[in-house]
């Protein structure tokens, strides 16, 4: 090997993901299995600045993969995105005697691991962690699946209401510029339509429902909203001025999407990726990201990860259209 590993750091940062302690866990039993000490780093990239690290043993993980959020807590850490600041990070890491970073997180995560690694040719490996599943190069991220299936409750219980009062429901979902979240979420729950960045513009998006009279046929509609597609609000001041006779209500998710107990599937993922994680740094790679393609591991480059669109299935827009008759 280019370098000795015997010791590997493992963090969790930016928002947190349901089944981000399930991938903490993998990544430590993966380690110490193949004889490599696991080092602990709390509140993401300002744990390691700070030094906020403990030595992991296998007990550590117990009983934590049915848990969401993160036991390593998550932190915001501009200093990170300094040299001055990355320098620092790395004093703490020959201190700690770390030989490879595992990072579980999303495209700022990303962002900062690749730095970090071209600046000190570290080996960093990365678990896709974010409900928003916006990384190229992978069918789904780690926490997708259970933000999907919250969502997808949510609105069943809000489709109980909505039928009771013949209202018109605007629910907004996470996604500032993806709408994975909001296109299949809306296909899961029946919804009449769904507003996403990926789609011409939100105003033609919503004359385009109108002009299609969605509420002939219905007693109640549920339209789901990106945040990133426009604003549930937003979107509905605007049809409250043309069709003032609706009654409107809006419901933004907020962060419940984030909290709860992972899915199997988030589990498994996460399982799967954290124990391929250790073996590509055994196998001297570095820089890369852990997917899954057609159920199958997969290592992207950070550069493809971060820099690389991924596009929303547009075919489900149609399927959506034709269901909501």
Known sequence: MQYELKCIGVLTSGGDAPGMNAAVRAVTRAAIYNGIKVKAIYRGYKGLITGEIKE????????????????????RCSEFKTKEGRALAYETIQREGIDALVVIGGDGTFTGARAFAQEFNMPIIGIPGTIDNDLWGTDSTVGYDTALNTIMECIDKIRDTATSHERLFFVEVMGRDAGFLALNSAIASGS??????????????????????????KNSSIVIVAEGGGGAQAMADRIHQQYPDYDIRVSILGHLQRGGSPTAYDRIL???????????????????????????????????????????????VNVLQILSI
């Open 56 to 75: 992991f043993q296998t007990q550590d993980v117990s009983n934590i993969i049915q848990q969401g959020g993160t036991i390593l807590k998550s932190a």
């Open 192 to 217: 009449e339509a769904a507003i996403i960045p990926e789609k011409e513009t939100s105003v033609a998006q919503l004359d385009e429902l109108i002009s299609n009279g969605f509420r002939k046929s």
């Open 270 to 316: 996460a399982s799967r990726m954290g124990v391929a994680a250790i073996e590509a740094l055994l196998d001297e790679q570095r820089s890369i990201m852990i997917g899954v393609v057609n159920d199958e591991i997969v290592h992207v480059p950070f550069s493809k990860a971060i820099k690389d669109d991924k596009q929303v299935n547009l075919e489900k």
